[in-house]
């Protein structure tokens, strides 16, 4: 059981340049979401999703674009990285159960644009 | 959801409890208290989380208080991987905001 996996761990942008990272989940959750860290800083909510085929817009959406076309899959893509997109992001599953869930949170992306 | 406030920093021995604090005096009814942990460079880790009652698992137990403004999470006997940056997080139960709102947590360290 992997829980949430994510894709690439490691990555440096030139500005401009696009790209697209990977979360996938293996617990059948039904909400997945997309933070970003940065230096010091709590986790900020870019975008989320509450089922396969929808999302939504988080905290600090601009600038990233988001897709979730299977139930274990969901992608963050920037069309145009900038260096203020410069952090780690952290991909997390969830399955609300009686106003509950619990977050399971991936490994991170540590992403560098220069 | 409820605003949090933790100290920024604790130091444990190893072995010893670890009792974390947090204040949430606005916490409404139906809001629930979440601690989460942060290992260095690692994703956020759910430890724990209590609505009214007392909580226990196998990493932690959750104390809130009668009148819920306030609780602490205790680790029995924190070992050297328990360092971390734990995070009290007040979430609303009604499921209409799906985030975790992350403040600046309490850096846990413990020491040999």
């Known amino acids: 059981n992997a829980g949430v996996t994510q894709t690439p761990k490691f990555r440096v942008l030139k500005t401009g340049q696009s790209m697209t990272l990977l979360c996938a989940q293996d617990m059948n959750h039904e909400y997945m979401y997309w933070y970003r860290q940065d230096p010091g800083m709590g986790l900020r909510l870019i975008h989320y999703?509450?089922?396969?085929?929808?999302?939504a817009k988080g905290e600090v959406p601009d600038g990233y674009n988001v897709s979730r076309l299977k139930k274990q899959n969901f992608l963050l893509g920037l069309e145009s990285a900038a260096p203020s997109q410069t952090s780690v992001y952290f991909c997390a599953s969830s399955r609300w159960t009686s106003g509950r869930d619990i977050q399971y949170f991936g490994a991170g992306t540590r992403l560098s644009v220069l | 959801d409820a605003k949090t406030t933790q100290p920024p920093s604790m130091d444990c021995a190893e072995g010893r409890a670890a009792n974390l604090p947090c204040n949430h005096s606005?916490?409404?009814?139906?809001?629930?208290v979440y601690w989460y942990r942060q290992i260095h460079s690692q994703g956020p880790q759910y430890i724990i989380h209590g609505l009214k009652n007392n909580e226990t698992n196998e990493m932690a137990s959750l104390i809130i208080t009668e009148d819920r403004k306030s609780s602490t999470l205790i680790l029995p006997h924190a070992t050297l991987r328990d360092t971390a940056v734990y995070y009290c997080i007040v979430r609303d139960s009604g499921g209409s905001n799906y985030k975790l709102t992350f403040g600046k947590g309490t850096l846990l360290t413990v020491n040999p």
């Open positions: 606005t916490i409404s009814g139906n809001e629930y």
């Open positions: 999703s509450v089922g396969e085929g929808t999302t």
